[in-house]
């Protein structure tokens, strides 16, 4: 299994301004992905980043809004710009480790998400 | 797109069996997952299914009709901590993107004493 932290755990933000979350990972992981989760509402892929490339938006995310950084197998971040109220959600980093490391096949872990509020 | 359609809350007693179905319609399918979150808690994993049938993990079961379009999660001999958000995920893709899920809405079962 994976252990998964994320920094800040929660936050408020004036809108217009940007926030960075951080996502680490206690072992190493090919694949990790950021979700959105708006209060009592589904889990919403945002991107898929894989170390040594260029992260994959899902439809109706793009880039400059969320830019996403992996710098190595640990660790990624996800940053929330130019922030509205509509942004605000939790946000979770997961991983995915496949057969690997005694994980059931195709089990993802979350972290434990941040909440975002927008003011 | 993608759809995924299961039902917005359930309840049930303690020591009952519950059926929480989910019918999907997305662009690609690989598999079939299940996840529960207690309130402000992660989601975390519960089972999965690639191919046709049921799977068997304790007091949850899950099953799969990839025809049908169609699973549910079966779970038995409930309790109390049962009661949270049950929400079934599609993996579109195979290899190297096989980690990403689509979620559904999520299904609040709440167990009564």
């Known amino acids: 299994s994976a252990v998964i932290s994320q920094k800040p755990s929660r936050d408020i933000c004036q809108r217009g301004t940007s926030l960075t979350i951080q996502c680490q990972v206690d072992?190493?992981?090919?694949?990790m992905f950021w979700y959105r989760q708006q209060p009592g509402q589904s889990l919403t892929l945002i991107a898929t980043?894989?170390?040594?490339?260029?992260?994959?938006?899902e439809s109706g995310f793009v880039i400059d809004k969320f830019p996403i950084s992996r710098p190595n197998l640990t660790f990624s971040t996800l940053t929330v710009s130019n922030m509205s109220p509509e942004d605000s959600s939790i946000y979770l980093c997961?991983?995915?480790?496949?057969?690997?490391?005694?994980?059931?096949?195709?089990?993802?872990?979350f972290g434990p998400g941040t909440r975002l509020t927008v003011l | 797109g993608q759809s995924l359609e299961q039902p917005s809350e359930v309840t049930a007693v303690e020591g009952a069996i519950v059926q929480i179905n989910c019918t999907y319609q997305?662009?690609?399918?690989?598999?079939l997952s299940w996840y529960q979150q207690h309130d402000g808690g992660a989601p975390t994993f519960l089972s999965y299914n690639a191919l046709d049938g049921l799977e068997e993990t304790g007091r949850f079961s899950s099953f799969l009709s990839r025809s049908d379009s169609y699973g549910y999660l079966l779970l038995q001999e409930l309790q109390m901590k049962d009661s949270a958000s049950y929400f079934c995920a599609v993996s579109p893709d195979r290899g190297s993107t096989l980690g990403r899920l689509y979620f559904g809405r999520g299904t609040q079962l709440t167990v009564w004493p």
């Open positions: 997961s991983v995915y480790q496949g057969s690997a490391a005694g994980a059931s096949y195709n089990e993802q872990f």
């Open positions: 997305t662009s690609g399918f690989y598999g």
């Open positions: 072992s190493q992981v090919t694949m």
């Open positions: 980043a894989n170390q040594g490339s260029e992260a994959t938006y």
